[in-house]
């Protein structure tokens, strides 16, 4: 791991940097003031005071971004054997209600958090629970972490334990920390009324991020026909709510037709694929193709717990598996995404998805969260496809969050 320095407002790393993952890595530096990268070349001469230098083959890379979690099932992974509802039903709900103790909240969510820095994930979007004092919990802990985060309390009246129902909306108050957002989490359809939905697009109408879950099973969807009749079908029930807009992150969106793809293009929301969760709970193969003739703006989510990985190049590569998967099983013209389109997903285009434009990236004025891996092999022109098929946490050696090199 790379020492601090006793300066900190300025400082250079060399290595070879990872700009563009369809092109190799090349030998350059980087320097970092203030919490940013100011300045980054290919000439190794320098007259920064407090040069850190890595291995001859480690590369420096953007920190990664997942764009759908859920801090509160981090204790949960790997519960299998169960679809979507039970699943909910038998470990979720009940791993959740464990946060009405604010002190087992702060404490677990601690755990979560340095559990993504520790695979890499400096920013991400998530969902805390039903308690409004989980805000107050994810802030006293990610004090102690310090990642960029878009969370929010889940918003729920219905189809769940009671101690998970009829808790107070917390206003979205900024908090002081300026890498932290607040969202509006309504969880899904099945277990939001006609009032909740509509308390949850008051709350958004301030222009704040939305965070919800669309058409992940089957039977999730029938559920849904049945509590909301009088919509055509799942995406309609959150359009007529002014819930589609294009501050919207619609995690899964597995079962959809043609009109619901129409109906989340004309809004500009975005779609988050979460291949492993997917497979995980048996909830099928999302049509990646579907969406990309549709023009929808796409993301990538380990959907932690449902996901049973923390590690976003391995979620990459598991989009590129069902994207294989979909293919192999006789699916008309797919269109099988590249590991350099993977990498660039679960950074600077999952960054670009949340509105972070400074986040995910090696460029001038970006957030300084970067990530130094040492891997047994020498960077080639296959550099991004060899990390995907062959991720190890291990590769990480040094971690810099805002400017700071964090612990391991």
């Excluded at 300066?7 to 563009?20: E, F, K, P, S, V």
């Excluded at 054997?81 to 946060?99: C, Q, S, Y």
């Excluded at 755990?111 to 695979?119: G, I, K, S």
């Excluded at 805000?135 to 929010?152: E, H, K, P, S, Y």
Aim: with cysteine; aromatic share 6%.
């Amino acid at each position: 791991m790379i020492p601090e320095p006793a300066d900190m407002t300025a400082r250079r790393l060399h290595g070879r940097l990872l700009i563009d993952p369809d092109q190799p890595a090349e030998p350059g530096w980087i320097d970092v003031a203030d919490g940013r990268i100011v300045d980054m070349g290919s000439d190794t001469a320098g007259t920064n005071p407090t040069p850190d230098r890595v291995g001859e083959h480690d590369v420096i890379c953007p920190a990664f971004v997942d764009a759908h979690l859920h801090l509160p099932q981090f204790e949960s992974i790997g519960h299998d054997g169960r679809p979507l509802l039970a699943w909910l039903d038998d470990v979720i709900f009940p791993a959740e209600a464990a946060w009405a103790d604010r002190a087992v909240a702060t404490e677990r969510c601690h755990a979560a958090l340095v559990r993504l820095r520790r695979a890499g994930t400096f920013t991400f979007a998530g969902y805390l629970t039903a308690h409004p004092h989980s805000i107050d919990a994810f802030v006293a802990a990610n004090a102690r972490v310090g990642l960029r985060a878009t969370v929010g309390q889940v918003l729920m009246d219905r189809a769940a334990p009671d101690p998970l129902l009829g808790h107070p909306i917390r206003p979205l108050d900024p908090p002081d920390d300026p890498r932290l957002r607040l969202s509006v989490n309504p969880r899904f359809a099945v277990s939001c009324s006609d009032d909740c939905l509509q308390a949850a697009a008051r709350l958004a109408a301030s222009g704040a991020i939305i965070q919800t879950h669309l058409a992940e099973s089957a039977a999730e969807c029938a559920k849904v026909r049945a509590l909301f009749p009088e919509d055509r079908e799942y995406a309609a029930v959150y359009d007529r709510h002014r819930l589609l807009t294009p501050r919207t992150l619609l995690a899964h969106a597995v079962h959809l037709d043609d009109a619901a793809w129409s109906l989340l293009a004309a809004r500009r929301c975005v779609v988050v694929h979460c291949p492993t969760a997917n497979t995980f709970l048996g909830s099928g193969l999302f049509d990646r193709d579907a969406a990309c003739r549709h023009g929808i703006r796409l993301a990538l989510g380990s959907d932690v717990a449902a996901g049973p990985d923390v590690a976003m190049p391995r979620v990459a590569r598991a989009m590129i598996e069902v994207a294989k998967c979909r293919a192999m099983a006789g699916a008309p013209d797919v269109d099988v995404p590249s590991p350099a389109a993977a990498w660039r997903l679960i950074t600077s285009g999952n960054a670009d998805a949340l509105g972070l434009p400074d986040a995910g990236r090696l460029a001038v004025g970006a957030t300084a969260d970067l990530l130094v891996l040492r891997t047994p092999f020498a960077p080639d022109a296959d550099l991004a496809s060899r990390l995907l098929y062959g991720w190890d946490d291990g590769f990480i050696v040094s971690r810099m969050i805002a400017g700071r090199m964090a612990p391991e």
